[in-house]
C-alpha cells in the first residue's frame, strides 16, 4: 500500500510563495505520475493543478502556468510543487496523487491560504 505525506502548506499574502512536497512510501515500483490536485472553497470536484512524469515531462493548468512549478525527485519518490505569484483564488485544499500499475492514489490533503 502506498502512503502519500504531504508538507508544506500554510497562510500566506498574494504575491507570496510556498512550495508543497510529498513523499510516497510503501512500494519497491517506480511511479509513473505525480501531481497535484486541488479543491476550492465550496466546490466538490478535484482539478488538476499539475503533474509531472517519471521522464519529467509536465503539465499544468491553464491558471497557473508561468507561476508554478512542478518537480520531482525519483529517488526519493517525493514530488514538489513550487507556487509563486500566489493568488486569492489560488486558496484550496491540494492533494498529492500518484498513478503507478493502474492504480491511483490519494494523499490526505494540505491547506493552502492566500490572503489579499
Known amino acids: 500500500q502506498v502512503q502519500l505525506v504531504e508538507s508544506g502548506g500554510g497562510l500566506v499574502q498574494a504575491g507570496g510563495s510556498l512550495r508543497l512536497s510529498c513523499a510516497a512510501s510503501?512500494?519497491?515500483?517506480?511511479?509513473?505520475?505525480m501531481g497535484w490536485y486541488r479543491r476550492a472553497p465550496g466546490k466538490q470536484r478535484r482539478d488538476l493543478v499539475a503533474?509531472?512524469?517519471?521522464?519529467?515531462?509536465?503539465n499544468y493548468a491553464d491558471s497557473v502556468k508561468g507561476r508554478f512549478t512542478i518537480s520531482r525527485d525519483n529517488a526519493k519518490n517525493t514530488v514538489y510543487l513550487q507556487m509563486n505569484s500566489l493568488k486569492p483564488e489560488d486558496t484550496a485544499v491540494y492533494y498529492c496523487?500518484?498513478?503507478?500499475?493502474?492504480?491511483?492514489?490519494w494523499g490526505q490533503g494540505t491547506q493552502v491560504t492566500v490572503s489579499s
Open positions: 503533474a509531472i512524469t517519471t521522464g519529467g515531462s509536465t
Open positions: 496523487n500518484v498513478f503507478m500499475r493502474g492504480s491511483t492514489y
Open positions: 510503501g512500494s519497491r515500483f517506480s511511479i509513473d505520475v
